[in-house]
């Protein structure tokens, strides 16, 4: 296998999590394993956000968003007027703020990370990589060549839903090792395999979230979205809407609904991999994902999720002046 450069890049495959259908807001749409209606699932990385500490990230996007205004300071000129707390300004002042970072380069580290994900895929498929692709791309691309020989790739990009968490997601690749497993002899075989692309400090704050995404993914059912075919849904489009809509209410059968899942099989769930491909940086790092931990996190974030939606917690106390004078009160 070489790092030969070459000119036609070969043409991605449709990603699952275009294909999956999807609601308004981007959330998969899927038939329950015990039949019903289409439901609506959470994201595996927004699942698991509650448990992360987001201040790190936050504030980086206060500085670019900061940076990006200093750049363009037309943006500020279209905040004129704009009312923070009306449904309306809170919108155009949220694109603005997104646009401001942008501007300063925030959504060139994203690009960058797709990027870096399809370069790793020509390695993994032994071909050339595409034209254009930098010196330092280059080596980080040996880099990853090195570091992943022990890794036999198996698949990539499958859609797998864990009902139990209402939690659907797409992993990037599955992998048998050359290289005894942590969990030894009780080890099936397959891991599962992500490949992060963030800087230097990815690895430092995401050590909660990493492996509790993988310990998701390895506890998933593969989903078929295609036995229950959806509509392509076009805004606007009275037919189409319609049709989305009637798909929407389709009841199906506990026994319907099972053709779409398959086990994932022999995949370990105690330890996943990350592949480490810093954006900023030449080198590719290997980290073992404890993935009991990331369980025991992901079933915590659960909880955590039901707390927030519990009510009941502040009940509005109301007071009513008698006509004594006197006052009681009464809880509505
Ligand atoms: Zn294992």
């Given at each position: 296998m070489s790092l030969n450069l070459r000119e036609i890049p070969a043409k991605a495959a449709v990603h699952p999590n275009d294909s999956v259908p999807r609601d308004g807001r981007g959330s998969p749409l899927i038939i329950p394993p015990d039949g019903g209606k289409p439901m609506v699932l959470t994201r595996t990385t927004t699942f698991i956000?509650?448990?992360?500490?987001k201040s790190a990230l936050s504030t980086w996007k206060q500085r670019m968003t900061l940076l990006g205004a200093a750049e363009q300071p037309s943006i500020l000129g279209e905040?004129?007027?704009?009312?923070?707390?009306s449904p309306e300004g809170k919108r155009k002042l949220n694109a603005l703020a997104e646009r401001a970072a942008d501007v300063a380069g925030a959504s060139k580290a994203s690009a960058q990370g797709t990027h870096l994900h399809t370069l790793s895929e020509y390695v993994d498929r032994g071909e050339p990589l595409p034209q254009g692709t930098t010196p330092e791309e280059v080596e980080l691309m040996a880099s990853y060549m090195i570091e992943t020989s022990g890794l036999h790739m198996i698949s990539a990009e499958q859609f797998v839903v864990v009902p139990e968490l209402g939690v659907g997601g797409t992993f990037d690749r599955t992998a048998e090792l050359d290289f005894p497993c942590r969990s030894g002899d009780a080890c099936p075989g397959r891991h599962i395999v992500d490949l992060k692309t963030g800087g230097e400090t990815a690895i430092d704050y995401g050590k909660i979230k990493m492996p509790a995404q993988l310990a998701i993914y390895s506890r998933g059912q593969k989903y078929d979205h295609t036995v229950f075919p959806a509509p392509t849904r076009i805004r606007g489009d009275k037919e189409s809407e319609k049709a989305w809509a009637k798909w929407r209410k389709t009841e199906v059968s506990a026994e319907e609904a099972a053709k779409a899942y398959e086990p994932l099989g022999d995949i370990c769930q105690d330890w996943g991999i990350i592949i480490h491909l810093p954006q900023d940086g030449t080198e590719c790092n290997l980290y073992w994902a404890d993935l009991r931990q990331g369980w025991d996190d992901a079933l915590f974030a659960l909880d955590i999720r039901a707390r927030r939606a519990r009510k009941g917690g502040l009940i509005r106390l109301v007071s009513q002046v008698t006509r004594e004078g006197s006052s009681s009160s009464t809880p509505v």
């Open positions: 956000d509650c448990i992360e500490d905040t004129e007027g704009l009312n923070p707390s």
